[in-house]
């Protein structure tokens, strides 16, 4: 992809005209046709601040990040420089022995949530789906749910409302914390890691106490459901079956073994 393709699909996605993305650069029009056209290339000086208002990479802009990496290989190279993938091996919870373990509590800084944040959006964008509002789940899915909601806008010009449960009722009984869902809501659900999907049921079960909404997807960084599991309905297979939603994962196992053995 060219970066005048890149530029073209960047400025549709906020759903800017060419002459409007010239008046935030301060230059015409007329230069961003032709920029996506091929007929010129922007100027070096102006990469920076184009980049910068995109919220990508100057990498990114001019393509070279996105040809050569698929977002669930960048996703694994930033959870392994970050430390929140770790190689070995693991017991986990489930029962299941692997040689990683995601440790979601180490999403503790800015730079990190903004990230996770844009990859979640890509996994929404990439599947095709569409909802008004993205819910985060206490307590991970707070800072889930507020940086996809703000990575679906700075990246692809989505304007959606979110908000988050809580586990305690506060004072006033209510679980939501942000947006008041409505009967009919289209939703999406983020969170760190599913196995069995039991809990998450009963969480979704409290939230469609409050209105008639419509669990569209749930998206997790990665679906642990083993095979066993599988065997007994759990999983992915039992959110469908209640809700008739599709589940969703960032990466999964063949994604992290292949980028570890690359």
């Not at 005209?17 to 029009?29: A, C, H, N, R, Y």
């Not at 977002?71 to 929140?84: D, H, P, R, S, W």
């Not at 206490?138 to 679906?152: R, V």
Request: one cysteine or more; proline letters at 2%.
């Amino acid at each position: 992809m060219t970066i005048g393709m890149n530029i073209k699909r960047l400025r549709q996605n906020k759903g800017m005209t060419q002459e409007k993305l010239g008046e935030v650069l301060g230059i015409s029009g007329q230069a961003v046709s032709k920029w996506e056209s091929g007929a010129a290339l922007p100027d070096i000086t102006i990469l920076p601040a184009m980049a910068d208002y995109f919220g990508i990479s100057i990498d990114e802009l001019m393509g070279y990040k996105l040809n050569a990496l698929t977002y669930k290989e960048q996703f694994v190279k930033f959870m392994l420089g970050n430390g929140i993938l770790q190689t070995g091996e693991f017991q986990l919870k489930n029962g299941q022995t692997k040689n990683y373990y995601l440790d979601a509590e180490k999403f503790t800084t800015n730079a990190q949530i903004v990230k996770i944040g844009e990859y979640f959006a890509d996994c929404i964008r990439e599947n095709n789906v569409e909802c008004n509002v993205v819910m985060g789940l206490a307590y991970h899915g707070i800072a889930f749910s507020t940086a996809t909601a703000c990575a679906l806008f700075q990246k692809y010009g989505e304007t959606v409302s979110y908000c988050y449960d809580r586990k305690v009722p506060d004072q006033k009984g209510r679980i939501l914390c942000g947006y008041t869902l409505q009967d009919g809501d289209k939703v999406v659900i983020v969170d760190d890691l599913m196995s069995t999907g039991l809990t998450l049921c009963e969480r979704i079960d409290r939230i469609k106490e409050v209105a008639d909404v419509e669990i569209v997807a749930v998206v997790v960084i990665a679906d642990l459901t083993n095979e066993e599991a599988k065997g007994k309905g759990l999983g992915p297979a039992l959110l469908a079956e209640r809700y008739g939603t599709k589940v969703y994962s960032i990466i999964a196992d063949r994604d992290v073994e292949k980028a570890l053995r690359q």
